[in-house]
């Protein structure tokens, strides 16, 4: 197989370089600062779209692949690399809207059902990943694999000679290869022209300490959700905020979370909140994945756009851009 040059190191681009590099492709990466420290590092690790009957089939097409992939995906992350990502079949309670007429017929056409629970629907295949540990293990892994990651190396465009694209340009150096992975996240669209446009949308997330046991499930309730990790501590999110490339976070946000986790688990109350951050969650006009040939270049692929599922969404995406390069080539 040929050069592939992955650009971006989130959980889309190390998925993508390890797949690639798994079906024979020589593969180098390449981030803007050190991978896994963006959207990818900020979510929450829920292997499922939160309510999945308001997403459109590609959205479920990739995260019902992935779900059925990650647990072993995980369990072979840990023994290649010694980083265990932490999966774990929570199951997910479900507060609202299980009972919309919509979310029935969705349910009923994907064989789906849940288990009576006093506070709601309880969906217990649903699991979790803790990001930020999955994020170490693909990096240590791919490395293992032979991917070059080159990081600090902004991409700043596409290299053309005589029509065609023959790598990338960075500040200090060019970057040569027959094919680029564009896997930039929320900054897709600010160095290379989509067909769609790419932009992000903030979402601030607090972390509470507690002890195992206290949550047991993940519970989504009006949209926000409150995830029991291994280890007791809680992350509780989220904001969806349109406000361009800000980081900022604010008190009022902490104290809603902070509310929203209180009222439904009033033993949190003693829980200390130890973190605060927001993440660019990478959103497409269309609101749908963006996932194949670039419109103007034969040998430039996109996978981008994974809004609220990137991590849920990651393996299948990346095994679907892998056969499409791989069949190219
Ligand atoms: C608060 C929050 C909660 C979330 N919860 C969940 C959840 O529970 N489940 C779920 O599935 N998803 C969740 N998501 C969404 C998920 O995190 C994203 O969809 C996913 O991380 C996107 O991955 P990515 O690799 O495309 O982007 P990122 O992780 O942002 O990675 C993009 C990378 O590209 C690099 N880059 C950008 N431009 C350039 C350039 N010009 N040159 C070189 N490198 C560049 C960046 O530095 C970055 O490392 C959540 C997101 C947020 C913010």
Known sequence: ?????????????????????????????????????????????????????????????????????????????????????????????????YDLPEAKIWMKSHGLDYQAHQSGALFANIGQVRNPRLLKAL?????KKGVKIFEQAKVDELLIKDGAVIGVKTLHRNYLSDYVVVCSGAWSSQWLTLKEKVFPIKGQMILLKSKPGVVKHIVLDKGRYIIPRKD???????????VGFDR?????????????????????SQAKIEHHWSGFRPASTSAKVILGKHSEFDNVFINTGHFRNGINMAPESAKRI????THEA
């Open 232 to 242: 007791g501590r809680i992350v509780v999110g989220s904001t969806m905020q349109n």
């Open 322 to 325: 892998t056969q499409l390069i």
């Open 1 to 97: 197989m040929s050069d592939c040059l992955v650009v971006g190191g989130g959980v889309i681009g190390m998925m993508t370089a390890r797949s690639l590099a798994l079906s024979g492709a020589k593969v180098t990466l390449l981030d803007q600062q050190q991978c896994a420290q963006e959207s990818s590092w900020a979510g929450g690790g829920i292997i499922s779209p939160l309510y999945p009957w308001k997403y459109d089939n590609l959205t479920n097409e990739l995260s019902i692949a992935s779900q059925v992939v990650y647990e072993q995906l995980c369990a072979q992350l840990f023994e290649d690399t010694g980083i265990d990502p932490q999966f774990l079949k929570s199951g997910l309670l479900m507060m609202d809207e």
């Open 139 to 143: 990096k240590a892994d791919i490395i």
């Open 248 to 268: 900022a976070i604010d008190d009022e946000t902490c104290q809603s979370l902070h509310d929203f986790a209180l009222n439904r688990y009033e033993t949190l």
